[in-house]
């Protein structure tokens, strides 16, 4: 089993920044990547950026490439979510998780533990 707690949500203003935490603990040997996804109020969860845990290979949605990078803190078991220039629709609750089995790391269901989420506000 996998835990995950998901830090630094928040309200922030157009334009500015905010750094999400996520730290795993329990059998964090086991796990292959990890990710971050959101949902916004009446939208379905969406994918947001991924990392590999050993290799640090990342990848991003379109609408956050270039604003949010992924960094982690291996020795700490902590992913990070690096959001700036942030608009108003990255307003969302965020989803920090975890898959086990190696693989693509843009679809919600493949992945096998889940945080509880952090709201993000970003304010016109």
């Known amino acids: 089993q996998v835990q995950l707690v998901e830090s630094g949500g928040g309200l922030v203003q157009a334009g500015g920044s905010l750094r999400l935490s996520c730290a795993a603990s329990?059998?964090?040997?086991?796990?292959?990547?990890m990710g971050w996804f959101r949902q916004a109020p009446g939208k379905e969860r969406e994918f947001v950026s991924t990392i590999t845990w050993g290799g640090g290979t990342t990848d991003y949605a379109e609408a956050v490439k270039g604003r949010f990078t992924i960094p982690r803190e291996y020795a700490k078991n902590t992913v990070y979510l690096q959001m700036n220039s942030q608009k108003p629709e990255d307003t969302a609750v965020y989803y920090c998780?975890?898959?086990?089995?190696?693989?693509?790391?843009?679809?919600?269901?493949?992945?096998?533990?889940w945080g509880q989420g952090t709201r993000v506000t970003a304010s016109s």
């Open positions: 329990g059998f964090t040997i086991s796990i292959y990547r």
């Open positions: 998780a975890a898959r086990v089995v190696p693989g693509d790391g843009r679809r919600a269901y493949e992945y096998n533990y």
